[in-house]
């Protein structure tokens, strides 16, 4: 039996910290070691135990580094020994169910009797569809985004007025397709421009993930005043309760939040919509550049003309509902990469043109748009950001960092681009953006990876 003063220390992502103990169903390297030096080696069962019945699970692992999908096989359980010289021994965690809102999963070492003699909490941070948020769910993310609102700016006074005017500014220079008659990196770019958003969330709470508007079914608690708002009958207002944390969401001219419709009892986009656009049917695109404006046009575009208001232009992120909105584009994409496995970023197939930008507009093609080029605002260099009328037009003036996040790629100075942007589950090549979507796992196909009996 172990002695008393015996302690184990669990690290998750390998670091000391406890700012990174967030997963998602990528696996993420963890390691464990005895605090202090010992005369023997111990050997102890990693588990886990969720705190509350709704709360997260995650699975264990040992493998070749790193774990890819053709070697995924996720233990409830996992028996390691922790070496007397006190080294570390190095394993794997993954989500394989969404907690609900709160670090609710105690990672555990545990000798022989099940003494636990060493733990850390961790949860399964997953993006989630917005009508089954819990309340807990719903009111973290409220209270977090009416704090973000306020939050001083890098380029404008406050950062909302930074995301919606850099949309406004970028919006039909490369981040649109303008229907169809100009090529976009309109999806790796709101991608990065959704990490950016929900990494300034959580570090305001690091338990909230960003969760999609699903706009092809009716969504009555999303368009509620105690959510994001109740269309207010005859008129182009939106209620929000009195206590809802973003009651008297205005512009900065004051202005109060309008749309023209809401989606609480008739959805924008029909049911078969995703599943054609995604490849799970006969007859799509099989490539990006065919994809990406097919998705803009036919999916992207009519839930914001449905919605209309503030949602109807190019300042479109002054609606808080533009970031569920994207979300839902964002995971339709996903899908299409899944169905089509579409995550090696040096393929065209999953996006296009690669390399980088050669000097001269070719195609319409702009710097900006090739797979390796950094991507505005992030990007710090002065460059060829011009329309292809205008090559030499740095018109953007602006520029912000992409915000930190410890033990994740694309923090401070390592700019986001488009490839960068592709495997965000780091299913090729093994390093994940640290963002999910709770229908869409980590293995290929559509399986879950989830344990059984522990749905």
Same mark, same amino acid.
């Given at each position: 039996?172990?002695?008393?003063?015996?302690?184990?220390?669990?690290?998750?992502?390998?670091?000391?910290?406890?700012?990174?103990?967030?997963?998602?169903?990528?696996?993420?390297?963890?390691?464990?070691?005895?605090?202090?030096?010992?005369?023997?080696?111990?050997?102890?069962?990693?588990?886990?135990?969720?705190?509350?019945?709704? +709360?997260?699970?995650?699975?264990?692992?040992?493998?070749?580094?790193?774990?890819?999908?053709?070697?995924?096989?996720?233990?409830? %359980?996992?028996?390691?020994?922790?070496?007397?010289?006190?080294?570390?021994?190095?394993?794997?965690?993954?989500?394989?169910?969404?907690?609900?809102?709160?670090?609710?999963?105690?990672?555990?070492?545990?000798?022989?009797?099940?003494?636990?003699?060493?733990?850390?909490?961790?949860?399964?941070?997953?993006?989630?569809?917005?009508?089954?948020?819990?309340?807990? %769910?719903?009111?973290?993310?409220?209270?977090?985004?009416?704090?973000?609102?306020?939050?001083?700016?890098?380029?404008?006074?406050?950062?909302?007025?930074?995301?919606?005017?850099?949309?406004?500014?970028?919006?039909?220079?490369?981040?649109?397709?303008?229907?169809?008659?100009?090529?976009?990196?309109?999806?790796?770019?709101?991608?990065?421009?959704?990490?950016?958003?929900?990494?300034?969330?959580?570090?305001?709470?690091?338990?909230?993930?960003?969760?999609?508007?699903?706009?092809?079914?009716?969504?009555?608690?999303?368009?509620?005043?105690?959510?994001?708002?109740?269309?207010?009958?005859?008129?182009?207002?939106?209620?929000?309760?009195?206590?809802?944390?973003?009651?008297?969401?205005?512009?900065?001219?004051?202005?109060?939040?309008?749309?023209?419709?809401?989606?609480?009892?008739?959805?924008?986009?029909?049911?078969?919509?995703?599943? +054609?656009?995604?490849?799970?049917?006969?007859?799509?695109?099989?490539?990006?550049?065919?994809?990406?404006?097919?998705?803009?046009?036919?999916?992207?575009?009519? +839930?914001?003309?449905?919605?209309?208001?503030?949602?109807?232009?190019?300042?479109?992120?002054?609606?808080?509902?533009?970031?569920?909105?994207?979300?839902?584009?964002?995971?339709?994409?996903?899908?299409?990469?899944?169905?089509?496995?579409?995550?090696?970023?040096?393929?065209?197939?999953?996006?296009?043109?690669?390399?980088?930008?050669?000097?001269?507009?070719?195609?319409?093609?702009?710097?900006?748009?090739?797979?390796?080029?950094?991507?505005?605002?992030?990007?710090?260099?002065?460059?060829?950001?011009?329309?292809?009328?205008?090559?030499?037009?740095?018109?953007?003036?602006?520029?912000?960092?992409?915000?930190?996040?410890?033990?994740?790629?694309?923090?401070?100075?390592?700019?986001?681009?488009?490839?960068?942007?592709?495997?965000?589950?780091?299913?090729?090549?093994?390093?994940?953006?640290?963002?999910?979507?709770?229908?869409?796992?980590?293995?290929?196909?559509?399986?879950?990876?989830?344990?059984?009996? %522990?749905?």
């Amino acid at each position: 039996m172990a002695k008393a003063q015996t302690v184990a220390l669990i690290e998750i992502r390998s670091s000391p910290q406890t700012d990174d103990d967030f997963l998602c169903w990528s696996p993420v390297p963890a390691r464990a070691k005895l605090s202090q030096p010992s005369s023997t080696d111990l050997p102890v069962t990693l588990r886990s135990a969720g705190v509350g019945p709704s +709360a997260g699970v995650v699975g264990f692992m040992v493998s070749p580094s790193p774990v890819t999908r053709a070697n995924y096989a996720p233990e409830n %359980e996992l028996q390691i020994v922790l070496k007397a010289d006190g080294s570390w021994t190095e394993f794997y965690l993954m989500g394989l169910k969404a907690s609900d809102g709160n670090k609710d999963i105690a990672v555990r070492a545990e000798v022989p009797d099940g003494t636990a003699i060493g733990q850390t909490m961790t949860m399964v941070r997953v993006r989630k569809n917005a009508e089954q948020l819990s309340h807990r %769910e719903r009111n973290n993310f409220l209270s977090a985004l009416a704090q973000w609102k306020i939050m001083p700016g890098l380029a404008r006074p406050t950062r909302f007025e930074d995301f919606f005017t850099t949309h406004g500014d970028a919006f039909s220079h490369g981040i649109h397709s303008a229907f169809g008659t100009k090529p976009s990196n309109f999806l790796p770019w709101h991608r990065a421009f959704l990490l950016n958003f929900e990494r300034e969330l959580q570090f305001i709470d690091p338990t909230v993930s960003l969760p999609y508007w699903k706009f092809d079914e009716p969504s009555p608690r999303l368009f509620n005043a105690d959510f994001l708002g109740a269309k207010v009958l005859g008129s182009n207002e939106v209620d929000l309760a009195a206590t809802n944390p973003i009651r008297g969401w205005s512009s900065p001219s004051g202005q109060l939040l309008t749309r023209a419709r809401a989606a609480d009892t008739l959805a924008p986009i029909a049911t078969d919509v995703l599943p +054609a656009l995604a490849c799970s049917m006969h007859g799509c695109p099989d490539v990006f550049r065919q994809t990406t404006d097919t998705f803009e046009m036919n999916y992207h575009n009519g +839930a914001h003309g449905f919605i209309q208001g503030w949602l109807g232009g190019a300042t479109s992120p002054r609606d808080p509902l533009f970031f569920l909105l994207h979300a839902n584009v964002d995971r339709g994409w996903a899908h299409w990469q899944q169905a089509r496995d579409r995550y090696d970023s040096a393929s065209n197939r999953s996006y296009s043109p690669e390399g980088v930008y050669p000097g001269s507009v070719q195609g319409g093609m702009r710097e900006g748009l090739y797979a390796n080029d950094e991507m505005w605002p992030w990007s710090q260099k002065q460059g060829n950001w011009g329309t292809p009328n205008e090559p030499d037009d740095d018109w953007l003036p602006y520029r912000f960092s992409f915000p930190p996040a410890l033990g994740l790629p694309l923090s401070g100075t390592d700019y986001p681009t488009p490839a960068k942007m592709i495997d965000y589950m780091g299913v090729f090549r093994g390093a994940d953006l640290g963002f999910c979507y709770d229908d869409l796992h980590y293995m290929s196909g559509g399986s879950s990876g989830v344990i059984a009996g %522990e749905q």
